[in-house]
């Protein structure tokens, strides 16, 4: 069983920063590939990056340059560094650990004022 708890979130100006954490329990967290995805109110849920057990990346067009995904598999931590936010930013933000059966986290709200 896995569970996976995201924090970090929080209300922010435009061109701010935030670092979300997402703490996961159980013992294939090495060995699994991360994502985190967001949803805004009334938008489907989106990938914004992810990151494989090896350390490859992957982002969003709309989030290059401006987030960075890492992990920490000594702690069982994946992060997502949030710079030079946007109002367009705003939403719930969920990590997943992609494996035989996905899990989520309960997510986090990341708020950006104009």
């Known amino acids: 069983q896995v569970q996976l708890v995201e924090s970090g979130g929080g209300l922010v100006q435009a061109g701010g920063s935030l670092r979300l954490s997402c703490a996961a329990s159980?013992?294939?967290?090495?060995?699994?590939?991360m994502g985190w995805y967001r949803q805004a109110p009334g938008k489907q849920r989106e990938l914004v990056a992810s990151i494989t057990s090896r350390g490859s990346t992957y982002y969003a067009d709309s989030v290059k340059g401006r987030f960075t995904i890492s992990r920490d598999n000594a702690k069982n931590t994946v992060s997502l560094q949030m710079n030079s936010l946007k109002p367009e930013d705003t939403a719930v933000y969920y990590c997943?650990?992609?494996?035989?059966?996905?899990?989520w986290g309960q997510g986090t709200q990341v708020t950006v004022s104009s």
């Open positions: 159980g013992s294939i967290f090495s060995i699994s590939a």
């Open positions: 997943k650990l992609y494996g035989k059966r996905d899990y």
